[in-house]
């Protein structure tokens, strides 16, 4: 039987009820202005998720993966997040250390687009990072290795170590990593039903960045 959702597709909506203004041609030199106006637009309305990005990686020989990853801070550096070393995107990572990430407000019809070569950070940042999470993120961790198969024993090893952070409460995952993307590309995206999608490009180069608007 032919198997085809095209119609549900279609059907949905793609704008938002709200949409924030974007005087795309008075915008700054540098994205980082820019960026921290639509971060904080999205919070301030409430956007859901709004420091959840998708990070885009690939092994040396060029298979794809994504997933989605929880920023824990944005600075003049780039873009920061935390996840296993041994994970799927730690081992690409380690093998191709390159990346692209994609923050989505959708309530906001606006996306950031990233590309740039990542770094690992120091020990520190990586343990700041884990003890931020939630206790029962945090025992995930420590109970079994990122997307490995679900042991039978499960339960138990998550209980032990909820009761090993009841212990210690600073236990830190040694295999936790902080992970850091120094963008080449920033790229906004925003969609409007007053002036179509309009996208503006941040390219660094040596003495500073070049700004240049992109046909939708």
């Known amino acids: 039987m032919p198997f085809s959702l095209a119609e549900v597709l279609a059907a949905s909506s793609t704008r938002p009820t709200d949409e924030p203004g974007w005087a795309v041609d008075d915008s700054p030199e540098e994205p980082w202005p820019l960026l921290e106006d639509w971060l904080r637009a999205a919070v301030d309305a409430r956007v859901l998720a709004a420091r959840t990005v998708t990070l885009a990686t690939a092994t ?18 780039g873009f920061w997040f935390a996840t296993s070393a041994s994970g799927p995107a730690g081992r690409d990572l380690a093998e191709n250390p390159v990346a692209s990430l ?26 700041a990072a884990f ?22 024993d499960a339960a138990d090893r998550l209980q032990q170590a909820e009761l090993r952070l009841e212990r210690d409460p600073g236990l830190v995952d040694p295999d936790w990593a902080a992970y850091l993307v120094a963008p080449a590309e920033i790229e906004f995206w925003q969609s409007r039903h007053d002036a179509g999608e309009q996208r503006l490009r941040y390219r660094r180069e040596p003495h500073g960045w070049r700004s240049e608007r992109l046909w939708p």
Do not use: I, K
């Open 60 to 77: 040396a020989d060029g298979t794809p993966s994504a997933r989605t990853v929880l920023l824990s801070d944005v600075t003049q550096d």
């Open 102 to 127: 994609v923050w989505y407000a959708r309530e906001q019809s606006r996306q950031v687009r990233v590309t740039g070569s990542v770094v690992r950070g120091d020990a520190d940042r990586a343990a």
């Open 131 to 152: 003890r931020a999470r939630a206790a029962r993120s945090r025992a995930v961790t420590l109970a079994g290795r990122q997307s490995a198969p679900l042991p039978s």
